[in-house]
């Protein structure tokens, strides 16, 4: 294009001191939108804290995916089981969890499944300028998007490593459970701001998003990374995102625990996580929560 050869172009374009050029090159398009309003809804429910009923810990998950496609040939149907099925069954199995404990949570907890992330996040936006409970009084939010299919973890993956104390949190969850915590392999890609959380990041609510780790145990070095790439390449918003026969839940199971003890002990305390001095959520939270 424009004299220009493709496969160096992109090579120029992956080093962080590219800077734009010239195509040398116009076109032009035309595009024609149709524009339908559709309903959709948020499933909220709550658990009164015993203690301090007016401050809330909530759990998300989005419980849409991308519906169906009446062009494809063969299979329409985009079930979403991994993304988010998986999340949004983790949501109920916590809450279960909850009703079960021996002792009712000091605070109190919001279970909140939203509509419409896969449109841009608009369910989880919706409630963040419409909450049920003020900003002010949401002690955090913990989203649950897409968990492990694969097998038990020593790790899980922080999205979002040191934006809040909430890593305080999870690290003593971890230290209680026996395991690690490890940053976002791919940090450029930019999730922390591309699942529900960041709706409750942009009202000041600190917010927490964990992905499945990768060092898988009883299998081999890269394992973890070969089945995410594996993932996005071949199921990620695609009609082949469904149960699989070889689907190994233990890790959700034990990465749903750790969820469960973040909520609970965020419930039993009495301190509100703070925003990092660098987060640029931070400010939002000062004036929501002034010291």
């Keep these: 294009m424009g004299g220009l050869d493709f496969e160096e172009a992109k090579q120029q374009a992956a080093d962080r001191t590219f800077e734009p050029i010239p195509l040398g090159v116009t076109g032009s398009l035309r595009v024609r939108n149709e524009l339908r309003r559709i309903d959709s809804q948020n499933v909220?429910?709550?658990i009164e804290g015993s203690g301090a009923p007016d401050e809330v810990i909530m759990y998300v998950?989005?419980?849409?995916?991308?519906?169906?496609?009446?062009?494809?040939?063969?299979?329409?149907?985009f079930n979403g089981a991994a993304d988010n099925a998986t999340?949004?069954?983790?949501?109920i199995e916590i809450a279960r969890a909850f009703i079960h404990a021996e002792e009712p949570p000091r605070?109190?907890?919001?279970?909140?499944a939203v509509t419409a992330e896969e449109q841009g996040l608009l369910g989880s936006r919706y409630y963040g300028e419409n909450p049920l409970y003020p900003a002010a009084q949401t002690v955090a939010a913990l989203n649950m998007d897409v968990l492990n299919q694969w097998g038990r973890t020593r790790d899980m993956t922080i999205v979002g490593m040191g934006q809040s104390e909430l890593d305080d949190v999870a690290a003593g969850v971890a230290a209680q459970l026996g395991r690690t915590l490890a940053p976002d392999p791919e940090p450029e890609k930019g999730f922390y701001y591309r699942s529900d959380h960041f709706?409750?990041?942009?009202?000041?609510?600190?917010a927490?998003?964990?992905?499945?780790g990768v060092e898988y145990?009883?299998?081999p070095e890269g394992y973890g990374i070969e089945k995410r790439t594996e993932y996005t390449a071949n199921d990620y918003h695609k009609v082949s995102d469904e149960v699989k026969p070889d689907w190994d839940l233990s890790g959700a199971l034990e990465d749903l625990t750790f969820m469960y003890h973040m909520g609970a002990r965020l419930a039993a305390a009495d301190e509100w996580p703070a925003w990092s001095e660098t987060?640029?959520?931070?400010?939002?939270?000062?004036?929501q929560r002034p010291q």
């Design 44 to 46: 909220v429910a709550k």
């Design 208 to 212: 927490f998003y964990a992905d499945p």
């Design 217 to 219: 145990i009883d299998k």
């Design 107 to 112: 605070r109190s907890i919001l279970f909140l």
């Design 87 to 91: 999340g949004t069954a983790g949501l």
């Design 61 to 77: 998950a989005h419980w849409d995916h991308m519906g169906v496609d009446p062009s494809l040939d063969g299979d329409q149907i």
């Design 199 to 206: 709706s409750f990041a942009k009202a000041g609510i600190p």
């Design 279 to 287: 987060s640029e959520f931070r400010a939002i939270r000062e004036v």
